[in-house]
Protein backbone atom coordinates (compact mmCIF):
# COMPACT_ATOMS: atom_id res chain seq x y z
CA UNK A 1 0.00 0.00 0.00
CA UNK A 2 1.37 3.49 -0.26
CA UNK A 3 0.12 6.47 2.17
CA UNK A 4 0.57 9.66 1.28
CA UNK A 5 0.41 12.89 4.01
CA UNK A 6 0.69 16.55 3.09
CA UNK A 7 2.31 19.29 4.53
CA UNK A 8 2.70 23.34 3.42
CA UNK A 9 5.06 25.73 3.98
CA UNK A 10 5.86 29.27 2.37
CA UNK A 11 9.36 30.17 2.07
CA UNK A 12 11.68 32.71 -0.58
CA UNK A 13 14.24 31.88 -2.68
CA UNK A 14 16.50 33.06 -5.71
CA UNK A 15 17.42 30.60 -8.33
CA UNK A 16 20.99 31.48 -9.72
CA UNK A 17 24.18 29.89 -8.99
CA UNK A 18 27.06 31.98 -7.66
CA UNK A 19 29.65 30.54 -9.93
CA UNK A 20 27.89 32.47 -13.04
CA UNK A 21 27.33 36.03 -14.10
CA UNK A 22 24.15 38.01 -13.55
CA UNK A 23 23.54 38.30 -16.80
CA UNK A 24 24.37 33.78 -17.33
CA UNK A 25 21.63 33.55 -14.73
CA UNK A 26 19.30 35.97 -15.83
CA UNK A 27 19.73 33.62 -19.19
CA UNK A 28 18.85 30.69 -17.45
CA UNK A 29 16.34 31.34 -14.40
CA UNK A 30 14.92 34.80 -15.86
CA UNK A 31 12.64 36.36 -12.98
CA UNK A 32 13.42 33.83 -10.90
CA UNK A 33 17.13 35.22 -10.90
CA UNK A 34 16.09 38.44 -8.93
CA UNK A 35 18.69 39.07 -6.28
CA UNK A 36 15.53 40.11 -3.77
CA UNK A 37 14.38 36.65 -4.58
CA UNK A 38 10.49 35.58 -4.77
CA UNK A 39 8.22 33.53 -2.70
CA UNK A 40 6.09 30.07 -2.94
CA UNK A 41 3.06 28.52 -0.55
CA UNK A 42 5.19 25.62 -1.05
CA UNK A 43 3.03 22.02 -0.78
CA UNK A 44 4.71 18.64 -0.31
CA UNK A 45 3.14 15.52 -0.47
CA UNK A 46 4.97 12.35 1.25
CA UNK A 47 4.46 8.84 -0.18
CA UNK A 48 5.50 5.87 2.07
CA UNK A 49 5.14 2.45 0.55
CA UNK A 50 4.29 -0.79 3.07
CA UNK A 51 1.98 -3.18 4.59
CA UNK A 52 -0.21 -2.19 7.04
CA UNK A 53 1.05 -3.70 10.49
CA UNK A 54 -1.23 -7.17 11.23
CA UNK A 55 -1.46 -5.13 15.03
CA UNK A 56 -1.64 -1.72 14.31
CA UNK A 57 -3.72 -2.03 10.54
CA UNK A 58 -1.68 0.89 10.03
CA UNK A 59 1.60 1.28 7.12
CA UNK A 60 2.86 3.97 8.97
CA UNK A 61 1.87 5.94 12.55
CA UNK A 62 0.63 9.42 11.09
CA UNK A 63 0.59 11.39 14.45
CA UNK A 64 4.55 10.22 13.64
CA UNK A 65 4.92 11.20 10.05
CA UNK A 66 3.02 14.54 10.51
CA UNK A 67 5.55 15.05 13.53
CA UNK A 68 8.65 14.32 11.12
CA UNK A 69 7.51 16.09 8.41
CA UNK A 70 6.89 19.30 10.93
CA UNK A 71 10.29 18.48 12.29
CA UNK A 72 12.48 18.42 9.08
CA UNK A 73 10.99 20.17 6.77
CA UNK A 74 8.42 22.80 7.88
CA UNK A 75 9.86 24.18 10.91
CA UNK A 76 13.01 24.54 9.16
CA UNK A 77 12.07 25.82 5.80
CA UNK A 78 8.88 27.61 6.73
CA UNK A 79 9.26 31.56 5.97
CA UNK A 80 12.48 31.12 5.49
CA UNK A 81 14.62 32.51 2.63
CA UNK A 82 16.47 29.61 1.43
CA UNK A 83 19.54 30.78 0.17
CA UNK A 84 20.23 32.58 3.57
CA UNK A 85 18.64 30.78 6.02
CA UNK A 86 18.62 26.86 5.07
CA UNK A 87 21.81 24.39 4.14
CA UNK A 88 22.58 23.54 1.50
CA UNK A 89 21.21 26.66 -0.39
CA UNK A 90 23.66 28.72 1.02
CA UNK A 91 25.46 26.96 -2.04
CA UNK A 92 23.03 24.29 -4.24
CA UNK A 93 20.56 26.45 -6.80
CA UNK A 94 17.07 26.39 -4.54
CA UNK A 95 15.00 24.80 -7.73
CA UNK A 96 11.92 23.17 -6.91
CA UNK A 97 14.04 19.55 -8.13
CA UNK A 98 17.09 20.58 -5.76
CA UNK A 99 14.43 21.40 -2.67
CA UNK A 100 12.76 17.94 -3.32
CA UNK A 101 15.83 16.43 -3.00
CA UNK A 102 16.57 17.87 0.08
CA UNK A 103 13.32 16.60 1.64
CA UNK A 104 13.92 13.22 0.60
CA UNK A 105 17.11 13.68 2.02
CA UNK A 106 16.28 14.51 5.19
CA UNK A 107 12.81 12.26 5.17
CA UNK A 108 14.26 8.78 4.30
CA UNK A 109 16.43 8.24 7.47
CA UNK A 110 13.30 9.01 9.98
CA UNK A 111 10.88 7.11 7.77
CA UNK A 112 12.48 4.21 6.51
CA UNK A 113 11.90 1.09 8.24
CA UNK A 114 12.69 -2.99 7.56
CA UNK A 115 8.59 -3.03 6.19
CA UNK A 116 8.07 0.51 4.93
CA UNK A 117 10.28 2.96 2.61
CA UNK A 118 9.74 6.69 1.77
CA UNK A 119 8.07 5.79 -2.21
CA UNK A 120 7.73 9.67 -3.50
CA UNK A 121 8.20 12.95 -2.42
CA UNK A 122 6.00 15.03 -4.48
CA UNK A 123 6.62 19.09 -4.38
CA UNK A 124 4.55 21.87 -5.41
CA UNK A 125 5.90 24.87 -5.82
CA UNK A 126 2.52 26.60 -7.68
CA UNK A 127 -0.76 24.62 -7.40
CA UNK A 128 0.07 23.96 -12.05
CA UNK A 129 4.18 22.93 -11.49
CA UNK A 130 5.17 20.12 -8.97
CA UNK A 131 8.30 17.86 -9.07
CA UNK A 132 8.52 14.36 -7.72
CA UNK A 133 11.18 12.82 -6.53
CA UNK A 134 12.05 9.21 -6.02
CA UNK A 135 15.04 8.95 -4.30
CA UNK A 136 18.13 11.44 -3.20
Known sequence: MILTRRAEFSASHV???????????????GVAANANG???NYVVEVSIEGEPDGITGMVFD?????????????????HRFLNREVRPFDRVVPTTENVAR?????LAPAIDRPNVRLKNVRLYETPDLYVDCEGA
Request: proline content about 5%; overall charge negative; charged content about 30%.
Open 15 to 29: CANPALSHAENQAIY
Open 38 to 40: HGH
Open 62 to 78: LRELKEILNREVVEPMD
Open 102 to 106: EIWRR
